[in-house]
């Protein structure tokens, strides 16, 4: 069965600084989606970030971007730039290539930026 | 375009009544979810729906029923309400099964709520 895991409950970041949440998964599908969800106060789910397995090169959104380890299934998420409009939960998120009934979300990282 | 609309905000029921979480989507979406979210914790999958007509447990089923009659619908039915299922609950919607490479799953606000 797949897990994720996200190993920081909470952090926090200075306004302006970089800050990086991990995510680690298990699985023995080859083929798959990892994505970064936020979700900020208000509790709406907001796609922040997706990667295709199959790619090599990291993703990339504005701001955010992935170390994307496949060997180590590793996805780690790294917030540039930081702003106060960031600080929200932090979901990863895995789906088996071919499963649209098996996303398995990880337990959240709470962030907070700090003016 | 409202998106995927979820009624009502919140609510509390006491132990034992029964209810309905309204789920609503105006994309013609042929997947539609339910999740619940517990204190702290990630999102875990209750029913899913591949189209109208065809509904499907997730990983949380118990206590729960879903219907789908309509592609825009997709209704959450607790009959014998407990307090384990106090949580947040999403409704969410894709438009099909390969959509995730160009499309992100869609979700409602939540309905948060209480069981006493």
């Known amino acids: 069965a797949q897990t994720v895991t996200q190993s920081q409950p909470e952090m926090s970041v200075q306004e302006a600084e970089t800050v990086t949440l991990s995510c680690t998964y298990d699985t023995s599908e080859s083929n798959y989606y990892l994505f970064w969800y936020k979700q900020p106060p208000s509790r709406q789910m907001i796609l922040v970030i997706r990667?295709?397995?199959?790619?090599?090169q990291n993703a990339t959104e504005n701001r955010f971007s992935v170390n994307f380890q496949k060997a180590a299934k590793s996805f780690s998420l790294k917030i540039s730039d930081s702003q106060l409009g960031d600080t929200a939960m932090y979901f990863c998120?895995?789906?088996?290539?071919?499963?649209?009934?098996?996303?398995?979300f990880g337990p959240g990282t709470s962030l907070s930026v700090i003016p | 375009n409202a998106g995927v609309t979820q009624t009502p905000k919140f609510r509390i029921l006491k132990i034992g009544q029964s209810m309905t979480l309204q789920c609503t989507q105006d994309?013609?979406?042929?997947?539609m979810y339910w999740y619940r979210q517990d204190p702290g914790m990630g999102l875990k999958l209750i029913y899913y729906s591949v189209g109208a007509g065809i509904t499907d447990k997730g990983e949380v089923p118990n206590g729960y029923n879903v219907s789908r009659s309509t592609t825009e619908d997709f209704p959450l039915r607790l009959e014998l309400a407990a307090p384990s299922q106090t949580s947040v609950y999403f409704c969410a919607s894709l438009p099909g099964q390969y959509s995730y490479s160009n499309q992100p799953q869609h979700f409602g606000d939540g309905t948060r709520l209480s069981i006493l």
């Open positions: 990667q295709e397995a199959y790619k090599q």
């Open positions: 994309m013609n979406h042929n997947y």
């Open positions: 998120a895995f789906m088996r290539y071919t499963s649209y009934d098996k996303v398995i």
